[in-house]
């Protein structure tokens, strides 16, 4: 196999490492177009994703853990990011649902399960500038790329980070920085930011 519940488990400690590091960036980055909270959510989101995820045991499955993650990242982060998160890695959960480990296939199958849940969750469609413009690229990379793990992630990634560098064209028609209108212009969407880091840190540590 692939991956492993001990290898998701590492990633996402490093997934919370790098929002820590980020968190002032991402809170500058909403500040222009939004309420300036962004990185402190994310932080403290993906800190408590690690804690909860130190406590489980050993025979954790890949979707005990992704279930984890979603639980933790809800109860610390009630508004916005929380339920958004939660439910792409609830159906993250869904999506590999059984598996003592994952195989190549399901590193597709997870974040194209993240975009639809992101978009379901959220009502959003790809350019109105939210974290789905990070998602939706890397989804539709991850189905059409081939190969291992490693490299059907690396793909997301890279599409992840196109979309978030995208959304600075973008003019917002969702959520806060939606109010700004024409003034959202030229500032990239902080949710599609912190998305392609995510994405990036999953190439790296499961790569
Ligand atoms: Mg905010």
Not at 46 to 67: C, I, K, M, Y
Not at 86 to 109: F, I, P, S
Not at 111 to 133: C, N, P, S, Y
Request: charged share 20%; hydrophobic share 50%.
């Amino acid at each position: 196999m692939a991956v492993t519940s001990a290898d998701l488990i590492r990633a996402f400690g490093a997934i919370a490492d790098r929002m820590t590091a980020e968190r002032d960036a991402l809170c500058a980055l909403d500040g222009e177009i939004g309420d300036g909270d962004h990185g402190i959510g994310m932080a403290l989101g993906f800190g408590a994703v690690r804690e909860a995820l130190d406590g489980l045991d050993g025979g954790a499955s890949p979707t005990d853990v992704l279930n984890t993650a979603a639980r933790s990242f809800l109860s610390s982060v009630g508004a916005s990011t929380g339920p958004l998160y939660a439910t792409a890695l609830m159906r993250a959960a869904a999506a590999v649902k059984g598996k003592d480990g994952l195989e190549d296939a399901d590193a597709a199958a997870i974040v194209a399960a993240m975009a639809e849940g992101i978009a379901h969750r959220g009502k959003a469609e790809i350019g109105q500038k939210t974290m789905l413009d990070a998602w939706g690229p890397a989804a539709e990379a991850a189905k059409s790329a081939t190969g291992s793990f490693a490299q059907v992630l690396a793909a997301a990634a890279e599409a992840a980070h196109r979309g978030a560098e995208g959304t600075a064209g973008m003019q917002a028609s969702m959520g806060r920085a939606a109010r700004l209108g024409e003034r959202s212009l030229g500032h990239r969407d902080p949710g599609a930011v912190s998305a392609a880091m995510i994405v990036g840190v999953l190439a790296e540590t499961l790569g």
